[in-house]
């Protein structure tokens, strides 16, 4: 084992402060990470404030992990000292369920193992994630990152925000011809924006705020929707092929599923504190409309996403701050204050 410098919390009323913590020197199959970068996700919020039950103290967050190789083990082939990588949501999964067969290790069926908060033969006895300096991570849960070195802090939330709202896309095989919607311009949901118009699709923005109509359409919104507005909302009727929503609080859903056309869908990829209302059976089954759900990604679809995101110029919009500003971060993160993702430098862990 060996020490790196962290910031973390012991309880869910706590700051966050320095810690020394302990990593497994890199086995024949890991691959030992210094950390540049790591995105703050909401998640990360929820885990660290004990908002989601079963948070194990201390915490470490951070799912978000950009950074350079800086030890192989001996059996590594595709990753070498000073590649530049990353790491996303999961550092293991059971490797032998149809799910993970199919490369689709976050719906394994004996559970991954998340970069924190997870199970681990490690000390403390669950994984300690990316505010840190350094983290050892086996192999196959490593990422190639082909973007240049000026965006490396812009590609942090990908790992997380990226593949989020790129997979989705994806499996539902979004591109041209299709008109597209995104419900919520935040963390997720700008990120689905820029995704979705670079695949080739007619992309409308929804937001509650008319104020925020300017910033949508330069993400790469074709239009924008305050939905709000009752005429706005009405004028779209039955014209969705498909609807993103990144939205995690409860709300609505009917007001969506009504845009959507005969065997549209909206996918949900935000988890709210209460249930949503039940939606209308009616509005589905009258338009063999379909509300389904989506996961992050698998292993082998994050990089797909990280080569896509490398070969279009996509990034996240970020705010960069110090580790001793993850507090303040988290404030204005509760307040929805960020356009539209922290990333930490962790250069400043020392």
């Not at 540049?36 to 929820?46: K, L, P, T």
């Not at 965006?151 to 989020?164: N, R, S």
Request: overall charge negative.
């Amino acid at each position: 084992m060996s020490s790196t410098l962290a910031r973390g919390t012991h309880a869910a009323d706590k700051p966050f402060e320095a810690l020394t913590i302990e990593r497994r020197e890199p086995g024949p199959k890991d691959v030992q990470i210094d950390i540049a970068y790591c995105g703050i996700c909401h998640s990360d919020f929820h885990t660290a404030r004990s908002e989601w039950a079963g948070t194990l103290y201390p915490c470490v967050p951070g799912h978000e992990i950009v950074g350079k190789v800086s030890a192989v083990g001996s059996d590594v082939k595709n990753f070498k000292v000073g590649d530049t990588v990353g790491v996303g949501c999961m550092v293991d999964s059971c490797k032998h369920c149809p799910a993970c067969d199919e490369g689709l290790e976050q719906y394994c069926q004996n559970g991954f193992v998340g970069t924190y908060n997870g199970a681990t033969k490690d000390a403390p006895g669950h994984t300690l994630g990316g505010y840190a300096q350094r983290i050892v991570v086996d192999q196959d849960f490593v990422l190639k990152v082909k973007h240049p070195e000026e965006q490396l802090a812009a590609v942090a939330p990908l790992l997380c925000a990226g593949i989020t709202t790129y997979s989705p896309l994806r499996h539902w095989k979004v591109g041209p011809g299709q008109k597209v919607g995104v419900v919520g311009i935040g963390g997720l949901g700008h990120m689905g924006v820029k995704i979705a118009h670079a695949m080739g699709a007619h992309v409308v923005a929804f937001t509650t705020s008319d104020s925020k109509r300017q910033a949508a359409l330069d993400l790469g919104a074709d239009e924008v929707i305050v939905s709000r507005n009752p005429d706005e909302m009405k004028a779209h009727a039955n014209s969705f092929d498909f609807i993103l929503n990144t939205v995690a609080a409860s709300h609505n859903l009917d007001a969506y599923t009504s845009l959507l056309k005969r065997d549209g869908t909206m996918v949900l990829v935000g988890v709210p504190e209460h249930p949503h209302p039940s939606p209308n059976i009616g509005v589905l089954i009258f338009g063999r409309r379909s509300i389904a759900g989506s996961l992050i990604g698998g292993i082998k679809e994050t990089q797909e996403m990280l080569d896509f995101c490398a070969e279009h110029g996509i990034v996240a919009d970020i705010e960069m701050v110090s580790a001793d500003e993850i507090d303040n971060a988290y404030e204005r993160m509760a307040r929805s204050d960020v356009k539209y993702r922290f990333v930490i430098d962790n250069a400043t862990m020392g």
